[in-house]
């Protein structure tokens, strides 16, 4: 039980039991001289933040109230020196304007993506609707999804303007029209990652619904209580037909249509009907409304492929545990591993090869995370942190050996413990 310190004439709100209170750190965040634990915080709500002065407009009536200095802390783990230093870091490049973005750099990323628009159709148009340009224009349009896709990545996590407003229309614009998704949706799910990557139960990129059993706490525990809703120690194998292959045009696709009617998102869900209109009216006088349906969904099924292939490169292969209430920095360090950069690595993953950077600094735009990059590896020499990166190939392949491992474990859990 948690005893709290009110301030006067704060009403005590959220209790959950007599004097009991559990505040997350944005909760903790408010300007001021507010505790040890809100000071230690301030990492996060920096990390998520443009508009500080903005934000805090809305802190001061959610600060419920403080904990009894004799309570036990849950950053007893850690660090106040790597804090420290993080902050500095930190300092230092916003001192190299390394938050500030170039817009040119997102206007020619943007005409990419409608260049491949227009090459696809123009395909067809000229070409007509047999298998081979059929096949070729399937997988032009899947890379123009999957590079939109990294676009409203930078737009949803405010690192193209300096206002969030304006970050947040054009990344209902890009998410929406350009790929008839929910920008609400994937800020729900995706902030949450941000904040406690591959923690489970609070994560929900490392929630695979009894599919999977990841890192080595998870398939132990499942073993033990002899779990096994699929053999784990065949995930390695079984990845490839139900992984790459199925999560968007199955799992996202249901998923972020039934999120928009549920909860009566009528903006996001009229952006989604744009792209949906605006995709059967091009390709149905070429393939009819049946052929225009599986055309979307083989579209779909190419990009979820690029789409798993980059993003479990950088996260699954790494620490997957229960809450270990680190500082920001090493928590973000043992979560996340960089892929070697490269125009092409670059271009592939969106600059989610420089995941780690992209972790410690989500509002940084993408074209300079490679100049922090340097400043992040010694900070980490300095402390002993372990900075991982390597090979593209490496990267994909340790996803099927994580895999294996974790398998393996299960297995050995289940049978003899």
Known sequence: MLRVQPEPGTPQRGRRGPGALTPPAWKMAAPGPRGEERERSQDVFLAFHRNLDFVRKFMKPLLIGELAPEEPSQDHSKNSQITEDFRALRKTAEDMNLFKSSHLFFLLYLAHIIVMESIAWFTIFYFGNGWIPTVITAFVLATSQAQAGWLQHDYGHLSVYKKSTWNHIAHKFMIGHLKGASANWWNHRHFQHHAKPNIFHKDPDVNMLHVFVLGKWQPIEYGKKKLKYLPYNHQHEYFFLIGPPLLIPLYFQYQIIMSMIVHRDWVDLAWAISYYARFFITYIPFYGVLGAIIFLNFIRFLESHWFVWVTQMNHIVMEI???????????????????????????????LNFQIEHHLFPTMPRHNLHKVAPLVRSLCAKHGIEYQQKPLLQALQDIIRSLRQSGQLWLDAYLHK
């Not at 928590?331 to 969106?350: I, K, M, R, Y």
């Open 321 to 351: 545990d229960q809450e270990p209430y680190r500082d920001w920095f090493s928590s973000q360090l043992v979560a996340t591993c960089n892929v070697e950069q490269s125009f092409f690595n670059d271009w592939f993953s969106g600059h």
